[in-house]
C-alpha cells in the first residue's frame, strides 16, 4: 500500500533538467533583472534629480546675469538723476536755438553717450522732456503727442515708481517700418525740488547682450522672457521683429511642459514685479546622462548574467557528460559487455550512481562466470561444492544494493525516454531477483518458460528485428517440476551457438506438452545445424565421466536430468547441418508431480 502523498513528493516528480532550468530563472535571472531594474530607476533618478540641479543653477545664473544688467542701468540712472548741475541744464529755458546748442556742445552731447560707449549692453540712452526750448534730436526729446500715448509713458507717468521696468513695441530708427519690441528701464528725473518741467530717462536694453546669455545655457535651457503682462519678450533662439504689431508681445500660452519648466521672479525690487524668466529643459544632457545610466546599467546586468550563466553551463555540462558516458556504457550491456566506467565519478549522486553502476557490472560478470561458465554437472559432491561457493557468493553481495543500482538507472532511463535500455534492465533485473529468490533445484513449468521468456527478450533486445521466438506450451503441463534453468541452459545454448553465425533472420520455438511418454519438451532453432560427426562426438561426450571444457550446458543439463529422474529421463539431439537444430527432453509424467530427490539432498 502507498504511503500518503507528501507535497515534497510534487518537487520530486520535476525533471533534474526543469528544475535547474527553474533554480536559474528564479534565483539568478529574475533576481539579476530586478536588481538591474532597480539599479537603473534609482540611477535615473539621481540623475534627473542632478540634471533638475544643474537646470535650477542654469537659471539663477541667467537670472543674476541679467538683473546685473539691469540694476547697473538703475543705478547709471540713479546717478544721471542725482546730477544737479545736469538737471538745472535740462531744466533752463533757453532764449534761443544758439543758447541750446551751445549747451549741448558743452554738456548735454558727451553726458549720456558716455554711458552707452562703456556698456554694451545699453542700446539707446536718452532724455524725454517736456521743456519746448530743448531741440529734438540725439539723446533729448521734446515729449510729443505720440510719446505720451506711447505704452512706456503711460505707464510711468500713471505710476508712482520712479522707476519702472518695461517692454513696448516701438519703431526700429535704424529700419523705420519695422515694428521691434523693446526693453527699456525708464527713470523720473524728479530728484530735487522746484524743478519746472518733467523729464524722463529711458534706457534701451540691447536684447542681442541678452539672447547670448540665453545661448549660454543653451546646453541645459531655452528661455523666454515674460513681461508683467506674462508677454513674451524674448526667446533663446528668437528675437521679435515684424512690421506686423499684432505679433508682436503676445501672451505666452504654452503650458505643454509646465510641469518640467523651471519659472524664476527676476527680483524683488518693485520695478521687476510679475517680470519672469520661463526655461525649457533641452533634453541633451538629460537624454546624455540617461544613456549613460543604461549603458551602465546593461554593462553591469551583462556581466552578471553571463558569469553565472557560465558557471550554470559548466555545471550542467559535468552533469551532462557523465549521464551521457553512463549511457552509452549501458547500451553495451545488450552485447553482454559489462564494462565499467573508467573515470573520476566525482562525489555528487552522479557520481554515485557510476560507483553503483561499476560495482554492479563487476557483480553481474561474476555472477554470469559463476553462473552460466561453471561446471555444475558434477555429482553430489561436485553440485554441494558449486553450491557452496554460490552460497558464499551470495552472502557477499547485497541483494537491496543490486537491485535498488539497477532501479536507479532504470530510473534514469524511464526519464530520458531509454525505452529500450528499460526494458534489458527490468528483464535483468527480474532474472537476477529470480535466480537469488529460487530456494528449490525443482521449479514448475510455468516458472522456467517465464524465465525462458525474459532471457528470450534480452536476446530480442541484442538481435533486434533479426531475431523472433515462439513459445508453446500445453496449459496441462504448467505445474509439471522440471531443474531450474534447463530449458534457459538450452535456448541459451541455441543463441550463442547455433544462431551466432547465422546471416538471415534468427529463431527459436520452444515447446512443451504432454504425450503417451510423459512431459516433452522441445527447443529448436533454425542455425547453422550440427555435423553428423560432431553430433555423434556430443552424443558421447554428454554420457562421458571427464569434462573436456565444452558444451558446458548441454552437459549440465543432460547431468542434472539423469540425477534428478534416476537415468528415467531422455535427452536428444536432431539436428540437420544449416537448416535446424532440435534438443528434445522426455521426461515421464510421475516424476514430474512427486520428484524423487529432494532439495535439501542436493
Excluded at 517 to 542: P, Y
Amino acid at each position: 500500500m502507498k504511503g500518503t502523498r507528501k507535497p515534497s513528493a510534487i518537487v520530486n516528480d520535476i525533471p533534474l533538467k526543469y528544475k535547474f532550468l527553474f533554480i536559474y530563472l528564479l534565483c539568478v535571472l529574475v533576481p539579476i533583472l530586478s536588481i538591474n531594474a532597480l539599479f537603473y530607476v534609482q540611477i535615473s533618478r539621481n540623475v534627473d534629480a542632478r540634471e533638475r540641479e544643474n537646470l535650477e543653477i542654469s537659471a539663477e545664473r541667467v537670472v543674476y546675469d541679467f538683473m546685473q544688467i539691469v540694476n547697473e542701468c538703475v543705478a547709471i540712472s540713479n546717478t544721471v538723476a542725482a546730477d544737479r548741475s545736469y538737471n538745472e541744464i535740462m531744466d533752463y529755458t533757453y532764449p534761443d536755438n544758439e543758447a541750446y546748442y551751445e549747451a549741448y556742445n558743452n554738456v548735454l552731447r558727451d553726458k549720456l553717450r558716455q554711458y552707452s560707449n562703456l556698456h554694451s549692453y545699453i542700446y539707446w540712452m536718452g532724455v524725454y522732456t517736456t521743456n519746448p526750448t530743448i531741440q529734438s534730436g540725439g539723446s533729448y526729446f521734446v515729449l510729443s503727442d505720440s510719446d505720451k500715448e506711447s505704452e512706456w509713458y503711460r505707464k510711468i507717468s500713471s505710476g508712482t515708481d520712479k522707476v519702472l521696468l518695461t517692454s513696448y513695441q516701438g519703431i526700429n530708427p535704424l529700419n523705420p517700418p519695422q515694428q521691434e519690441v523693446f526693453v527699456s528701464l525708464i527713470r523720473k528725473l524728479d530728484s530735487f525740488t522746484g524743478q519746472p518741467y518733467h523729464k524722463y530717462l529711458r534706457i534701451d536694453l540691447r536684447l542681442s547682450s541678452v539672447q547670448e546669455l540665453f545661448q549660454k545655457e543653451r546646453d541645459y535651457l531655452r528661455f523666454k522672457l515674460l513681461d508683467d503682462q506674462s508677454r513674451i519678450v524674448l526667446e533663446s533662439d528668437h528675437s521679435y521683429y515684424s512690421l506686423d504689431k499684432n505679433v508682436l508681445l503676445n501672451v505666452d500660452t504654452d503650458d505643454s511642459q509646465s510641469s518640467k519648466q523651471i519659472v524664476r521672479t527676476l527680483g524683488n525690487a518693485g520695478y521687476t514685479k510679475d517680470w519672469r524668466l520661463i526655461g525649457t529643459p533641452e533634453g541633451r544632457e538629460v537624454n546624455h546622462e540617461m544613456s549613460r545610466a543604461l549603458r551602465v546599467s546593461l554593462i553591469f546586468a551583462l556581466l552578471t548574467i553571463i558569469i553565472p550563466t557560465l558557471l550554470m553551463i559548466v555545471i550542467l555540462q559535468s552533469y551532462n557528460l557523465r549521464v551521457r558516458l553512463l549511457y552509452k556504457h549501458m547500451k553495451l550491456v545488450k552485447y553482454e559487455q559489462f564494462e565499467s566506467i573508467d573515470m573520476y565519478e566525482g562525489k555528487d549522486e552522479i557520481g554515485g550512481l557510476i560507483r553503483s553502476f561499476n560495482l554492479m557490472t563487476e557483480k553481474i560478470r561474476d555472477l554470469i562466470n559463476d553462473v552460466y561458465k561453471l561446471e555444475i554437472q558434477k555429482k553430489d559432491l561436485e553440485l554441494e561444492r558449486v553450491r557452496a561457493e554460490l552460497n558464499y557468493l551470495e552472502s557477499q553481495v547485497d541483494p537491496h544494493f543490486l537491485f535498488n543500482t539497477l532501479n536507479a538507472i532504470l530510473v534514469i532511463c524511464k526519464k530520458y525516454k531509454y525505452e529500450e535500455v528499460t526494458y534489458v534492465i527490468q528483464n535483468l533485473a527480474l532474472i537476477l531477483r529470480r535466480l537469488l529468490s529460487w530456494k528449490d533445484d525443482l521449479i514448475t513449468v510455468e516458472e522456467e518458460i517465464s524465465f525462458v521468456e525474459m532471457y528470450l527478450q534480452i536476446e530480442k533486445f541484442r538481435f533486434q528485428s533479426r531475431f523472433t521466438y515462439d513459445i508453446d506450451i500445453d496449459p496441462a503441463v504448467l505445474n509439471c517440476r522440471i531443474p531450474k534453468m534447463s530449458v534457459q541452459a538450452l535456448v541459451e545454448n541455441s543463441c550463442k551457438h547455433g544462431l551466432q553465425s547465422v546471416k538471415g533472420p534468427r529463431k527459436i520455438h520452444v515447446y512443451a506438452t504432454k504425450n503417451d511418454a510423459g512431459l516433452m519438451i522441445v527447443v529448436t532453432d533454425n542455425g547453422k545445424g550440427i555435423g553428423k560427426e560432431k553430433l555423434e562426438w556430443i552424443e558421447s561426450h554428454l554420457q562421458s565421466e571427464q569434462d573436456s571444457g565444452k558444451n558446458i550446458g548441454l552437459r549440465n543439463v543432460y547431468k542434472r536430468l539423469m540425477m534428478y529422474y534416476d537415468g528415467r529421463a531422455r535427452f536428444t539431439i536432431e539436428s540437420t547441418e544449416y537448416e535446424r537444430t532440435s534438443i528434445i527432453i522426455q521426461i515421464p509424467m510421475d516424476l514430474t508431480m512427486v520428484p524423487k530427490v529432494e532439495d535439501s539432498h542436493v
